[in-house]
């Protein structure tokens, strides 16, 4: 990590580590009676951890080669290593608060264990730690071989990378403190905020700057994806979390929105946070990788643009729809429902556009399993897209809102779209960038496959049935016109399905497992043998493809 | 360089583009793409013409329908409200005996009292009204403050031990730990309270810890839940000789009960719930122990 550094860079480094220790102190003096000094311990640990490494190699040998002939790969590598150590962090999580849901005891009588503090570190474990580390490693590599150009930056892609770990860490422990904005998906408190804002303008920079060095007249799909991602999550981030601290000593803050606008703020971003952060990233993944594994060029790149600037366009419209029926007037609940209805063709045209670039390789999705974890994918985008829509239509959101239909449907897309593509894309990404031949174990990659898929496929079965029986329990009326049923009744129905559910989320935490060993097998393997022309284009050289 | 190519397995040029061997085809939009589009726009536009949508700075458009979710409401609790009226009245009006000897009433009693009880008493009560650990049972026929259905609705609308000004006030006093009975004193009244529904402990070695038991009894206890220790309903004072225990029947929860006493709290309902509401609950809870023999 170090070694690539020069010197002057190495200084660079070691004066923002510094910096932070700085802050991490001021935090910890400022809020030695609140949990905000807990978190200035954690920043100065965290940054005189990284101060080390830096400085135990402050004068080792500088780099020799010119490091603009290769791609910047190093902070892939650890960006992988860390998004499937949340990913396990994260599952886990998810298996013990849906255990939790099944037998409450599980909380064991402690503050930190009850389910209103472990459901968002699982939450911002998978979405944040997980899937944010996988976008940030994948988009550094996608961009640097769409564009045969290096990262345009030696120290960035590392402090991107670990400012943003950090920001998780934050988050996460904060929660098991009692930190918490109580905002859903933007639960981490003002000073963590903060900081991601920082990082994520660096990884904005970076990402453009990398872009217009490109080698390449086009700018390829999968990058205007990744950049809707950041741009976006840029936007969202700051507007939802406008917010007063209590006093520069206290972790806790006051947002500046008040009453319905609140709760329009919120989910304003919380569906756009799945818009942009869970869907746009990712398809800037599936345009890349998919292609790759395939072999096969893109179905239709007309297809790309209209399913681009619709995802774009219409999505940013649409978050009203998780208030419909409530304080919100009527009229913005109609508009975010009919936007989320024309949503669903540019959302289809993006899964089927991914399909359709299958044809010709469909022999490959039967015997490639990491293909395969692709092709599913897209199948179950293309499925909770269509629930997405349907259940933005108030009628039908008057059935499912408040029940597990939600959490099937957020399932359906967390599980079968976002994670299947993820691994995909990491099985796929992983033997070329430790240039081995193939993964260690093409068997354990089949084993994963199923894991995932039959535990995605109880869990979203086990919360369609619990979701759909909870919302005709809570209508049902007698024939005098009185309430059937109890809430206390509809827990009972639930029952079963919470273990499956659990269950569910058991396997797919195994088979996150099996891919950790996996991977970690294949970084240790024996090297292939050199991979030709992947590296930056030279002046005076043709670009040359990879493979 | 834009090169285009034939790709052999569509028959399609390629965009002629090429990123690291990732080509696209120049497929066009399927027509059935954009068929779809525009159903999903039209449906769109048709809602934006029907309903209230978009802003119009101070108000919104309005919609040719003219409605309005808090409208929408407000006209379906009318009506779900004259649905329900008829027996609403009915119950108001008519008195406990009246209600019981009509079997019509009685069904909607058992349907909406399944519903009142499940979401105010279960929580305590247990779903089925069999109680729990420390919470009493109500299907037991064994009642502390009486269990006619007006007493039943009485307690339930003042609560035990509650803020309310009319609460059903009752209180066991720590006998072991205020230091009105000794050690030996406390044992012997437990062994004789246990021996109230257990008759086999009366052996030859427990007959004068028994007898001891029962002078302390009589002195101390007797006040309340009376000579015979069956309880009292007035003071909420509850039978000691049958099988029903809230706390416990076993030699152990007696002597804790009567080392640190015991004050158990039922809220009041009368302001969370309609006099309907609470007049349901009263003969819900009362058919509870009609039910279990």
């Known amino acids: ?547 | 360089m834009a090169v285009e190519e034939i790709d052999p397995v569509s028959g399609r040029e390629t965009t002629g583009h090429e990123w690291n061997g990732i080509t696209e085809l120049d497929t066009p939009v399927p027509r059935g793409v954009l068929i779809f589009l525009i159903v999903t726009h039209v449906f769109a536009v048709l809602w934006w013409f029907l309903m209230p949508t978009w802003p119009l700075g101070t108000t919104y458009t309005h919609g040719l329908l003219d409605t309005d979710q808090h409208k929408m409401v407000a006209e379906r609790l009318v009506e779900a409200n004259a649905a329900r009226a008829p027996w609403v009245e009915a119950i108001e009006k008519k008195n406990y005996d009246e209600i019981q000897a009509d079997p019509k009433l009685m069904k909607i009693v058992q349907e909406t009292g399944h519903r009142l009880f499940g979401d105010n008493c279960a929580a305590c009560h247990g779903r089925d009204g069999r109680g729990g650990s420390n919470y009493p049972d109500l299907a037991d026929h064994d009642w502390i403050w009486g269990g006619g259905p007006e007493t039943i609705a009485q307690t339930i609308s003042v609560g035990v031990n509650s803020a309310h000004a009319d609460s059903r006030v009752s209180q066991m006093p720590a006998f072991g730990r205020d230091e009105m009975l000794d050690p030996v004193q406390l044992n012997n009244v437990a062994v004789y309270v246990h021996s109230l529904s257990n008759p086999d402990d009366a052996t030859p070695e427990n007959v004068d810890t028994i007898d001891a038991g029962r002078q302390v009894f009589l002195t101390t206890c007797a006040a309340c839940h009376g000579e015979n220790a069956k309880g009292n309903a007035d003071v909420g004072a509850p039978n000691l000789t049958d099988k029903y225990w809230i706390y416990g029947g076993d030699i152990e929860t007696i002597v804790a009960t009567i080392h640190g006493g015991r004050q158990g709290h039922m809220p009041t309902w009368g302001k969370r719930l309609s006099s309907t509401d609470i007049k349901i609950l009263a003969l819900y809870v009362h058919s509870l122990g009609v039910e279990n023999p």
């Not at chain 1, 120290?155 to 929660?175: D, H, K, Q, R, T």
């Not at chain 1, 703020?265 to 790759?292: D, E, I």
């Open chain 1, 1 to 547: 990590m170090v070694a690539q550094l020069t010197s002057s860079e190495r200084q660079y480094c070691a004066v923002i580590l510094i910096l932070m220790v700085i802050v991490g102190v001021a935090m910890a003096a400022l809020g030695k009676s609140d949990p905000l000094g807990v978190h200035g311990v954690i920043v100065i640990v965290y940054s005189g951890v990284l101060l080390y490494l830096v400085l135990s190699a402050f004068y080792g040998p500088e780099p020799q080669e010119d490091r603009q002939a290769s791609y910047y790969d190093d902070p892939i590598k650890v960006g992988i290593a860390l998004s499937m150590a949340w990913a396990v962090f994260g599952m886990f999580m998810g298996v013990w608060v849906a255990s939790q849901l099944a037998w409450p005891n599980l909380a064991f009588d402690a503050a930190w264990s009850t389910f209103g503090r472990l459901r968002p570190t699982h939450t911002t474990g998978v979405i944040f730690g997980f899937g944010g580390n996988a976008l940030i490693a994948t988009s550094f590599h996608v961009v640097q071989r769409t564009s045969r150009a290096r990262l345009a930056g030696q120290i960035s892609p590392w402090f991107v990378l670990f400012g943003f770990n950090l920001f998780c860490l934050l988050a996460v422990s904060g929660y098991l403190i009692g930190v918490t904005q109580s905002k859903e998906y933007a639960e981490a408190e003002w000073y963590a905020d903060l900081w991601l804002v920082i990082v994520w303008v660096v990884y904005f920079i970076l990402y453009i700057r990398t872009l217009a060095r490109r080698k390449e007249p086009h700018i390829y799909v999968a990058n205007w994806y990744y950049l809707a991602f950041i741009l976006v999550v840029a936007i969202l981030h700051i507007v939802n979390n406008l917010a007063i601290p209590v006093s520069w000593g206290h972790a806790k803050s006051y947002t500046i929105w008040a009453g319905v606008q609140d709760a329009m703020v919120q989910w304003w971003y919380g569906h756009n946070a799945v818009a942009f952060f869970l869907t746009s990233g990712f398809l800037g993944m599936l345009y890349y990788y998919l292609p790759v594994r395939a072999g096969r060029p893109i179905f239709s790149y007309r297809l790309s643009i209209l399913s681009f600037w619709g995802i774009t366009f219409f999505y940013i419209w649409v978050g009203s729809h998780h208030l419909h029926y409530t304080a919100l007037p009527h009229w913005v609940q109609n508009l975010g429902m009919t936007f989320s209805v024309m949503l669903l063709v540019p959302s289809w045209a993006s899964a089927g556009n991914a399909l359709l670039t299958l044809n010709g390789a469909w022999h490959k999705v039967r015997d490639d399993a990491t293909l395969r974890f692709m092709f599913v994918a897209a199948v179950f985008y293309g499925l909770a897209t269509f629930e997405g829509s349907f259940l933005a239509i108030r009628p039908v959101n008057s059935l499912s809102h408040y029940t597990d239909w939600t959490i099937g449907h957020v399932h359906a897309g967390a599980l079968g779209w976002v994670a299947l593509i993820t691994f995909g894309s990491l099985y796929t990404l992983v033997p070329a960038l430790w240039k081995r031949p193939a993964m260690y174990s093409a068997t354990l990659v089949e084993v994963h496959f199923w894991l995932a898929l039959a535990g995605t496929l109880i869990y979203v079965f086990a919360m369609w049935n619990s979701g759909i029986i909870q919302g005709l329990m809570w209508r049902t009326y007698t024939e005098d016109g009185t309430l059937t049923y109890s809430f206390v009744d509809t827990l009972v129905a639930m029952y079963p399905y919470y273990i499956a559910r659990a269950f569910g989320g058991l396997l797919f935490l195994l088979g996150a497992i099996v891919a950790c060993y996996n991977i970690w097998m294949t970084a240790r393997g024996a090297p292939a043998a050199a991979v030709v022309g992947d590296g930056p284009a030279q002046s005076g050289v043709a670009p040359a493809p990879a493979e």
